[in-house]
C-alpha cells in the first residue's frame, strides 16, 4: 500500500492491483506474451542493428566504397522506373478487368498468379530461362536465327531491367486488384451520363474515372515505394548483385557486407535507407488518417 502526503495528513492510496478490475488485469495477462514477442523480435533486432551502426566509421567506409554509390543509384532508378512503369500498367489493366465478360474472369485468374506463387520458384525460374547456355529464351533465338542468344545477366544495365521487370511482373497483379476495387466503386451513373453527353473514352477518364481514383492511386504509389525499398527477391535471386556487384540496391547491399563479415557496414548501409523509407512513412500515415 503507497502512502501520499496531502498537507498535513498522510493518505493511504490502494496498491495497482486493488484499483484494476478484473477484466484490466486479465487484459495485461493476455497481452504481455505479445507485448515480450514485439521485445523481444522486434525492439532487441532494431536497436541491436542500431547500436551497431552508431560508429561513423562506418559511414566513412560506405561512402568510399564505390559499391554503396552504385547501389544507392540503383536503388533510385528501380524506384522511379519500377514504380512508374508498374502503377501506370495497373491503373490502364484494372479497366481491362473490370469488365464483366467470362472470358476476362478466366484471364484475371492467370495473370493473378505470378502473386499467388512464392517468389523463390517463380523468380528462379526466369533466372533459368535467361541462362546463356541452356535457357528457353536463348534456345528459342538459336533455332529462330541460328545465331547464340546474348548473356542476359552479364551486362549491368541489362541485368538491373531484368530485374526491374521482374519486381514489376511479380507485383502488377495485387496492385491492379487494387485499383480495380476502385474502379467498381464509382457509379455507373456517372458514365451513363457522360455516353448521353457523347464522351469519349479519354473524356470519361479524364474527367470521371481518374478524379475518382486519385487518391486511391496517389496512397498506393507511396505503399509501393515502401515495400519496393524492401525488396530483396528480384535482384538477389535473379543477378546475386552480379556481375561484379554492380547491380546491388540498398536491400540487398547488406548480404554482401555480411558475406565480407564487415556487419557494422551491413547494418550502416541499412540505415542509410532510413532518409527514403521515414518521409514516405510519414506521408502514407498522414494521408490514411484523413
Known amino acids: 500500500m503507497a502512502i501520499t502526503l496531502s498537507g498535513d495528513h498522510a493518505i493511504a492510496s490502494p496498491p495497482l492491483s486493488a484499483r484494476l478490475t478484473t ?25 541491436y542493428g542500431l547500436w551497431l ?36 500498367i495497373a ?15 478466366w484471364l484475371s485468374v492467370l495473370f493473378i498468379l505470378p502473386w499467388a506463387v512464392p517468389s523463390i520458384p517463380t523468380i528462379l525460374s526466369v533466372r533459368f530461362m535467361l541462362n546463356p547456355e541452356w535457357g528457353v529464351i536463348n534456345q528459342l533465338i538459336f533455332k529462330l536465327t541460328a545465331e ?3 548473356n542476359w545477366l552479364n551486362d549491368p ?25 476502385g474502379r467498381l466503386a464509382i457509379s455507373h451513373d456517372l458514365y451513363e451520363a457522360a455516353e448521353v453527353d457523347g464522351a469519349s473514352w479519354s473524356q470519361k477518364f479524364r474527367y ?16 509501393s515505394m515502401i515495400w519496393t525499398l524492401g525488396d530483396f527477391n528480384s535482384v538477389y535471386l535473379l543477378t546475386g548483385g552480379g556481375p561484379a ?13 555480411l558475406r565480407l563479415d564487415q556487419l557494422s557496414l551491413a547494418m550502416a548501409s541499412i540505415v542509410c535507407a532510413l532518409p527514403l523509407v521515414l518521409p514516405l512513412v510519414y506521408f502514407m500515415m498522414k494521408r490514411l488518417s484523413r
Open 23 to 47: 477484466p484490466q488485469v486479465w487484459g495485461i495477462v493476455l497481452l504481455a506474451p505479445y507485448l515480450l514477442v514485439f521485445l523481444a523480435f522486434v525492439v532487441y533486432p532494431v536497436g
Open 53 to 88: 551502426a552508431r560508429h561513423p566509421a562506418s559511414y566513412v567506409a560506405l561512402y568510399h566504397d564505390p559499391i554503396f554509390a552504385r547501389a544507392a543509384v540503383n536503388t533510385l532508378i528501380f524506384l522511379l522506373v519500377g514504380i512508374n512503369v508498374k502503377m501506370a
Open 91 to 105: 491503373l490502364f489493366l484494372s479497366g481491362f478487368f473490370a469488365q464483366q465478360r467470362t472470358w476476362i474472369k
Open 148 to 150: 547464340d542468344g546474348p
Open 157 to 181: 544495365t541489362v541485368a538491373l531491367g531484368m530485374a526491374i521487370g521482374v519486381h514489376i511482373w511479380k507485383s502488377l497483379p495485387f496492385w491492379t486488384l487494387i485499383l480495380m476495387t
Open 208 to 223: 470521371i474515372t481518374w478524379p475518382s481514383m486519385q487518391t486511391l492511386y496517389i496512397t498506393c504509389t507511396l505503399l
Open 245 to 257: 556487384d554492380l547491380t546491388h540496391v540498398l536491400a540487398t547491399l547488406g548480404i554482401r557486407y
